[in-house]
């Protein structure tokens, strides 16, 4: 069956423009999260989402970052006024749930490179 | 000090060597432990998850010691495709909350 996936696979913009990436889970699959990873650095949580709600947004760096899930499946998350130190991959990971950790591993797409200029 | 630590390296290894990573965690609430592989611009992907009672796959053995709250990789017979960066995971699933280690490099020689 088909992976996680996410679009666009690279954006490049100019500073203080809003951007929005996507991200398709896993069919299923209830929980979602989203990753920041800068060049040469870990991963970095974001947020997490069971179903559509996400309980904690703590792990947003600022409040120009906002994130949404739909339907328990698609979610896109949405900077704006993007500043230069947005530039990072951000990845997006699904996992069936978080009963158990039979059951909550985390399934990555490939990513979307944001670019800032 | 980080929620999730690992030796940065890098290990520079020869094939055929065996080779261990630590990873140590601070939240004894955490309930779930992974260790994933991330190749160069890739994303990570799931290597084994890692059980009390320790697990085996292959060329690779995983260990939890909740006690002393680490978990521990071993690579034996190290191949060249082998050359990643290691990810240890802490999940604390109450809280949805995943814990990423910054990894640890990899490389294995011919």
């Known amino acids: 069956g088909a992976g996680v996936s996410q679009s666009p696979s690279n954006k490049v913009t100019e500073k203080g423009k809003d951007v929005e990436l996507r991200c398709d889970p896993i069919s299923g699959h209830t929980a979602l999260y989203w990753y920041r990873q800068r060049l040469g650095q870990g991963l970095e949580f974001l947020i997490y989402?069971?179903?559509?709600?996400?309980?904690?947004k703590s792990g947003l760096p600022s409040d120009r970052f906002s994130a949404e899930r739909t339907g328990e499946s698609v979610s896109t998350l949405t900077i704006q006024r993007t500043q230069q130190e947005d530039s990072a991959v951000y990845l997006c990971a699904s996992s069936l749930d978080l009963v158990s950790p039979s059951t909550d591993t985390q399934y990555f797409g490939p990513g979307t490179r944001l670019t800032v200029l | 000090r980080k929620e999730v630590e690992q030796d940065p390296g890098p290990f520079n290894v020869p094939e055929g060597a065996t080779v261990a990573f630590n990873c140590t965690y601070s939240n004894s609430a955490s309930q779930s432990f992974f260790w994933y592989r991330q190749d160069c611009r890739k994303e990570p992907k799931l290597l084994m998850s890692?059980?009390?009672s320790g697990n085996e796959d292959g060329r690779f053995t995983a260990q939890l010691n909740r006690a002393s709250q680490y978990i521990s990789l071993l690579i034996r017979d190290s191949k060249l495709s082998d050359s990643a960066t290691y990810l240890c995971?802490?999940?604390?699933?109450?809280?949805?909350?995943?814990?990423f280690g910054d990894g640890t490099t990899l490389t294995v020689k011919p």
């Open positions: 989402f069971q179903g559509n709600s996400a309980p904690d």
């Open positions: 995971v802490v999940v604390n699933t109450n809280a949805g909350k995943s814990t």
């Open positions: 890692v059980y009390s």
